[in-house]
Nanobody, 122 residues
Framework: QLQLVESRGGLVQPGGSLRLSCAAS????????IGWFRQAPGKEREGVTC????????NYADSVKGRFTISRDNAENTVYLQMNSLKPDDTAVYYC???????????????WGKGTLVTVSS
């Protein structure tokens, strides 16, 4: 059973940074496209970023471009989300997700972590 587990989020001051990780059990992440999504209180879930399994190509939501970076460490079987210059609007539950084996990001996600709360506040 494919399981994705996000690292613990936390409370960060505006302008601060936080790195989330997404680890997987029972699969080798290098063969899966991985996305990060978030859901803020009272809002719908939105895509933040995604990295393709094959060429490592990435895409980002306009709201996070230049501030967030997705990366993968195949040796550690982990995908990371580095978040810099955090704003209160970034407060949300963050989820990592995986597409089906060998599918790129545009095919959509099929497996989801349980999410981790990131709060940006002074």
């Amino acid at each position: 059973q494919l399981q994705l587990v996000e690292s613990r989020g936390g409370l960060v001051q505006p302008g601060g940074s936080l790195r989330l990780s997404c680890a997987a059990s029972a699969i080798t992440l290098r063969y899966y496209s991985i996305g990060w999504f978030r859901q803020a209180p009272g809002k719908e879930r939105e895509g933040v970023t995604c990295i393709n399994f094959d060429d490592g190509g990435t895409n980002y939501a306009d709201s996070v471009k230049g501030r967030f970076t997705i990366s993968r460490d195949n040796a550690e079987n982990t995908v990371y989300l580095q978040m810099n210059s955090l704003k209160p609007d970034d407060t949300a539950v963050y989820y990592c997700a995986a597409a089906r084996f060998g599918r790129r990001c545009n095919y959509g996600m099929n497996y989801w972590g349980k999410g981790t709360l990131v709060t940006v506040s002074s």
